[in-house]
């Protein structure tokens, strides 16, 4: 299949928190973020180092990113994770979409969306958050795993992530759906594709555990196998320390970084960390609070932007 778009991002954007914290509207489905006797206010200053460690850490690879900072009012405890709000895409398409937690869906900010309107060219803004009336949800790159170049989108049904809306997306991008059910060592749904599956230009990071189904596992690695993507398979309690949590991305010169966490980092094995060294340099990061009490890891902090840039 010819390429015709790039995997990477060529710009990311990041939220710089001022109110995160334990989220409790969205503990019921996420079972990787953990309520703490920490007081609020020392863990919000632990998230803000480890954040403007991140942007340091990017800054040192010539990595471009943007980085906006987070309003206190209204408070939004996850605003440090914009990749499930919005989405963009190289033929100028801005997706907005629908969020379960009801503080969650005041992340979705108009000078965000105008400042990007601004720096890139935005074709068209596809606004599917009035989805949530309807208790329909998909929460961007949380949801989906987008394999750009070959035009695939795999997604694992959650409450966050609704089969028809999937599908709705992808007929606005031109893309294939590959849908499946992943579950965690308790039966229970994995609440965000990208904590079970990350997608490199070459490499795939997959929980294979997780997904209980034959024909599941065989159609997915049987699409692998049509993209040409060299597997690594990771276990239950890889997963766990987020190394289904990456992100492939580039400086500007062009050299490919794979973003993860130094938990995630510390989980993998020799062969499985080989294997991503030839396609990619890990670029792990220390973020062990914000993995902790948000139960996201740096995917999660990374909006990717695709857009054509304005010359």
């Not at 790039?6 to 109110?19: D, E, G, K």
């Not at 987070?70 to 709000?85: C, G, L, Q, V």
């Not at 949530?132 to 049904?157: M, P, Q, W």
Request: proline letters at 5%; hydrophobic letters at 35%.
């Amino acid at each position: 299949m010819a390429k015709l778009f790039s995997q990477q991002p060529h710009t990311l954007l990041m939220v710089r928190p001022a109110c995160f914290g334990f989220n409790a509207q969205t503990s019921g489905s996420n079972s990787f973020q953990f309520q703490s006797n920490t007081s609020p206010s020392v863990v919000r200053k632990m998230a803000l180092a480890e954040f403007d460690q991140v942007v340091n850490d990017f800054s040192s690879k010539d990595i471009p990113c943007l980085v906006v900072e987070d309003t206190h009012d209204p408070e939004k405890p996850d605003a440090i994770f914009p990749n499930n709000w919005f989405t963009t895409h190289e033929d100028g398409k801005l997706i907005l979409y629908p969020m379960l937690a009801e503080n969650r869906r005041l992340e979705r900010r108009v000078d965000i969306i105008n400042m990007l309107k601004k720096e890139f060219s935005v074709k068209q803004v596809v606004d599917l958050s009035d989805e949530e009336n309807n208790r329909r949800i998909l929460e961007g790159t949380g949801s989906i795993i987008f394999d750009h170049v070959n035009k695939i989108a795999y997604a694992c049904r959650s409450p966050r992530t609704i089969e028809s809306l999937l599908l709705q997306v992808c007929d606005q991008l031109g893309y294939e759906s590959i849908i499946f059910n992943a579950v965690d060592e308790n039966e229970t749904p994995i609440y965000h594709t990208n904590v079970m599956l990350w997608i490199g230009e070459k490499t795939v990071g997959i929980c294979l555990d997780s997904i209980r189904s034959d024909n599941d596992q065989e159609r997915i690695l049987a699409s692998f196998e049509r993209t040409k993507h060299k597997v690594v398979a990771i276990s239950y309690d890889q997963m766990k320390s987020f190394a289904g949590n990456m992100l492939e991305i580039k400086d500007r010169k062009g050299d490919c970084y794979l973003a993860m966490s130094t938990t995630a980092l510390r989980s993998l094995l020799p062969g499985q960390l080989n294997e991503i060294s030839r396609h990619a340099e890990p670029l792990p990061v220390s973020i062990s609070s914000i993995e902790k009490y948000g139960g996201g890891s740096v995917r999660c902090m990374l909006a990717g932007i695709h857009l054509p840039v304005r010359h």
